[in-house]
């Protein structure tokens, strides 16, 4: 029936003195093993009217940058060795409807995209954004008429899909990017900026807030707008200089080597893999714990950077295919499959492994879905890749109040306006894993029943660190009070136990080894185009 629709951001200096390659090997991308990828380093510049930006060049550099002519026709080009970016308002000759359905919200992009998925097998074309949490949007382009959109939007809900929502506002005003170069001020939409040195120093400072995070980059900056009425901030870097910005923030500074090598072919290959994820917005990959922890090149390292050209151009595949090379900081002793924590097409490569050194060749993953099973399981500590870690095991409990009030926020937050209730009167697991991961937690309430699922409860209750956890219930004076969550690991547990790598490098353990150890049938292989080019 609903094929219908188809035809309707510590100091630069130091960070500078670290660097190990000249500016012009820096920002050259060699060839297919060293693409340029485009990194949305500030993601939505303007939301805030004191948003401000300040990019400057290193110490005797200077900037190039390159904008449209007041008049749309020309290029102008302008050089300076700073330029400041804030916003002005532009108002509206008439006020201009932005309106969008807004088919479904997720706290992950992997949910996201399966949901996605479903919408287009109903003919429903569709587009992933992220406004805050991730949504799939209808397609706007498609669906560019009210007409469509309103019917669109009634046929769903009378459907029974009840968090389909309409995004409406009427705008009287839009946010232009405005910027200072010396002594002149130009109001644009998009901005091309290089740098004589191939370096930049980025200065990002919010509304409200005295602190400015002042970080160097490499390669080219572009500032252009979004779908979200603001404005991203795209760094334009080769591969191999991006590793660079990601692996001593993501393994840790104190990770033994081979850790390190085996977290540089993570980040090489999970930035392959997740090209398309801003699409909507014209760049690739965010620079924050949605997608890799990025952070240019500040405080890098001479470890890290060793790590990276040891194994340059090493991507980890299957199917001669870059993986979804996914890695998490602690799995509690066991790791997810990847259907344990989201919906979609399971990938063969993410099978729940045990986190123990020496599992039996035999035995690579544990059936622990049982009460008794699991309660065993987490109440051991030893023998694990992670004793020592503090996330390995945690007990963390929430008043019904508290459980209330962050139910409550979830739901709003997920689009949904129609599930109303006063009360919780009971928590239950109700779906359960393998790995011992929630499938699903049943919340009883006053008016009846709520059903959440995997990674979504992250976000639906504060206590939980990861969803590996059984429930106990807290009474006082035989009433219910509240819930603890007894449970271990710190985040989706699936792929590589950063934690675990630790204790393997240390045991003599090389990076292929390792990597063997967590992904299931993967082989190393040097980078080429066809492995994470789209296939047609």
Request: net charge neutral.
């Amino acid at each position: 029936m609903l094929k219908t629709f188809d035809i309707i951001c510590q100091t630069v200096i130091v960070i500078i003195c670290s660097i190990t390659l000249t500016a012009g090997e820096l920002v050259q991308a060699q060839d297919d093993s060293n693409p340029i990828l485009k990194i949305g380093i500030v993601q939505r510049f303007g939301e805030r009217p004191q948003d401000r930006l300040t990019i400057k060049a290193p110490s005797g550099g200077k900037l190039t940058l390159s904008f449209l002519s007041a008049d749309g026709k020309t290029t102008q080009t302008v050089t300076s060795d700073r330029v400041v970016v804030e916003i002005a308002s532009q108002p509206l000759i008439l006020p201009i409807l932005e309106e969008r359905i807004v088919l479904s919200n997720h706290r992950s992009f992997e949910n996201a995209a399966a949901s996605a998925f479903h919408w287009q097998e109903q003919g429903i074309q569709t587009e992933i954004a992220q406004p805050r949490r991730w949504q799939v949007w209808a397609k706007r382009d498609t669906y560019d008429s009210i007409l469509l959109r309103y019917l669109m939007f009634y046929t769903l809900r009378s459907q029974g899909n009840l968090t389909v929502q309409i995004d409406r506002r009427i705008l009287t005003q839009k946010a232009i990017a405005s910027f200072i170069i010396g002594d002149f001020r130009y109001n644009r939409n998009q901005l091309n900026i290089t740098s004589s040195t191939g370096l930049f120093e980025v200065s990002y400072q919010k509304e409200n807030k005295s602190e400015i995070n002042n970080r160097a980059y490499a390669g080219t900056l572009r500032l252009q707008p979004n779908a979200h009425q603001s404005f991203s901030l795209v760094n334009n870097v080769p591969l191999e200089t991006y590793v660079r910005g990601v692996v001593p923030h993501e393994i840790g500074y104190n990770a033994p080597y081979a850790a390190v090598q085996a977290q540089a072919i993570l980040a090489r290959t999970y930035v392959l893999a997740s090209l398309h994820r801003f699409k909507v917005d014209d760049y690739e990959l965010c620079a924050d714990t949605q997608c890799q922890v990025y952070r240019g090149l500040e405080d890098t390292t001479e470890v890290a950077d060793r790590a990276i050209a040891d194994t340059r151009g090493l991507v980890l595949t299957y199917n001669n295919r870059v993986i979804d090379a996914l890695y998490s900081s602690t799995t509690g002793g066991i790791t997810s499959n990847y259907n344990d924590i989201w919906d979609g097409t399971p990938r063969p490569y993410l099978q729940s492994v045990l986190d123990i050194v020496n599992r039996p060749e035999d035995q690579r993953s544990a059936n622990i879905s049982d009460d008794k099973n699991l309660k065993a399981f987490l109440d051991k500590q030893e023998g694990f890749n992670e004793v020592g870690w503090r996330a390995i095991r945690w007990n963390k409990s929430g008043t019904l109040d508290e459980l209330q009030i962050s139910l409550k926020k979830f739901l709003r937050f997920s689009g949904d306006i129609s599930t109303n209730f006063n009360v919780i009167k009971q928590l239950q697991v109700s779906k359960r894993a393998n790995s011992g991961r929630v499938l699903e937690i049943e919340v009883t309430t006053d008016t009846g029943r709520i059903i959440i699922k995997k990674d979504e409860i992250i976000d639906a209750f504060d206590p939980p660190d990861s969803t590996f956890f059984r429930l106990e219930p807290i009474y006082k004076d035989r009433v219910l009070t509240g819930y603890a969550f007894i449970g271990g690991g710190l985040g989706h547990g699936v792929g590589m136990s950063q934690t675990g790598s630790y204790n393997l490098a240390r045991m003599g353990w090389s990076y292929d080894r390792i990597l063997n150890f967590y992904y299931t049938n993967t082989q190393l292989q040097k980078l080429h185009s066809e492995y994470y080019t789209p296939r047609p």
